[in-house]
Each structure stands twice: as structure tokens, then as C-alpha cells.
T-cell receptor, first 118, second 116 residues
């Protein structure tokens, strides 16, 4: 079954304690992305990756890191979490056309990770 | 930078009422357009998408949307809502960013509450 998985689904942590949220897809997609969802703000892109070892900042990258060492995995790292990073996080993946051409891919979303930073 | 506006933040309807949720985007070139639904406690699911061709797109669960290029709009409609349509709805646009790479931008969402 084609899917995007995230772990953990729920996490409560304290300020400053490093954490990693994993994301994995089994569709051989080149493109992966992390979003955070906050009430009244919708989904905002944190980081994205167009392929292995290729990552770039989205709209709200501050306080986050990512890596893309393998095509299927795209972990989100919070080196020193703060309460303003309390949010619902979604990972997504899709195929991706090259620059200048709007592709016809659809993003597949993971189930979400609800993070509370105390 | 491209932007997506959903003007209705919270909509309350009675069952069987008709629904129209507004979505406007800012990019002037070729776009792909999407509507996603998020039921309480669940992740986003694709309702429908527009890539090209017929501007009236039909999706799952009786939803449809109309792409009006001149108005930069992609409004979501359903003739008769059900209690089970209670959810949050997100419009999204896929268009090239300033670097020429594709980028998906989401609207802020519309919470729909259907009263039995």
C-alpha cells in the first residue's frame, strides 16, 4: 500500500530537548516536504527536498533542520525545541517535474505528528 | 510570492443546505489547484484537483469546484451537505516559486460545521 508514515504520532517534550520526527514514504517519490499546521494559519511549509542530498527552506524554517540521506526518508529535527514549535506536523511526498514546468503530481500526506513543547 | 486566500474561516450550515467555499490565488501563470479535507483528528485527504481541461472538476463525496482563470478563483461547492461533511477544508495551489521550482501553497483553511 502506497503511504507516508510518520513517527511518533504524539510527542510531549520540554524546552531545549532535541527531538527527531521521522518520515518515510514507499512510493519512490523524489519530492518530500514538511509542513506545520496551526489554527488560523493553515499549513505552512518548513523545509522541502527535491531529491537525495537536496534540501531547501520553506516559509518557516527557523528552529528546524532536515536531512535527506535516502530517498525514502526525510526526518525533521528540532535541535532545541521551544513552546512556539508546539504544532501539528505533516510530512508529504510526491513526484516532481523540473523547474519551469508545472507538474501534475499530487502530494501524499502522512498522518501527522502532534507535538507539545512545555 | 504566491498566496492563497480562503475568505471564509468558519461556516455553519444545516444539513441539506448548499455549500460554496471561496478560494483565490495570486499567481498569474499556469497553476495546479487542489482542495483537501481534514476530518477531525485525521490527516489531509485530497477531495479534487484541477490540472487542465474542463474547468468544472468533480471530486469525491459529491464535491465539485470551478476554476475561473479570470478571477483567479477555485471555489468548492456541494449542493447538499451532510453532517459527515463537518471538517476543515484547505485550498492549495501548485505553481513555480521565484526560483522556478514548483511550490505548493495552502490557504488558511475553512472550518465547516454541519448541524443535523
Amino acid at each position: 500500500e502506497a503511504q507516508v508514515t510518520q513517527n511518533p504520532r504524539y510527542l510531549i517534550t520540554v524546552t531545549g530537548k532535541k527531538l527527531t520526527v521521522t518520515c518515510s514514504q514507499n512510493m519512490n517519490h523524489e519530492y518530500m516536504s514538511w509542513y506545520r499546521q496551526d489554527p488560523g494559519l493553515g499549513l505552512r511549509q518548513i523545509y522541502y527536498s527535491m531529491n537525495v542530498e537536496v534540501t531547501d527552506k520553506g516559509d518557516v524554517p527557523e528552529g528546524y533542520k532536515v536531512s535527506r540521506k535516502e530517498k525514502r526518508n526525510f526526518p525533521l529535527i528540532l535541535e532545541s525545541p521551544s513552546p512556539n514549535q508546539t504544532s501539528l506536523y505533516f510530512c508529504a511526498s510526491s513526484t516532481r517535474e523540473l523547474a519551469g514546468r508545472v507538474g501534475q503530481e499530487t502530494q501524499y500526506f502522512g498522518p501527522g505528528t502532534r507535538l507539545l513543547v512545555l | 510570492a504566491q498566496s492563497v486566500s480562503q475568505h471564509n474561516h468558519h461556516v455553519i450550515l444545516s444539513e441539506a443546505a448548499s455549500l460554496e467555499l471561496g478560494c483565490n490565488y495570486s499567481y498569474g501563470g499556469t497553476v495546479n489547484l487542489f482542495w483537501y479535507v481534514q476530518y477531525p483528528g485525521q490527516h489531509l485527504q485530497l477531495l479534487l484537483k484541477y490540472f487542465s481541461g474542463d474547468p468544472l472538476v468533480k471530486g469525491i463525496k459529491g464535491f465539485e469546484a470551478e476554476f475561473i482563470k479570470s478571477k483567479f478563483s477555485f471555489n468548492l461547492r456541494k449542493p447538499s451537505v451532510q453532517w459527515s461533511d463537518t471538517a476543515e477544508y484547505f485550498c492549495a495551489v501548485n505553481a513555480p516559486d521565484s526560483g522556478g521550482y514548483q511550490k505548493v501553497t495552502f490557504g488558511t483553511g475553512t472550518k465547516l460545521q454541519v448541524i443535523p
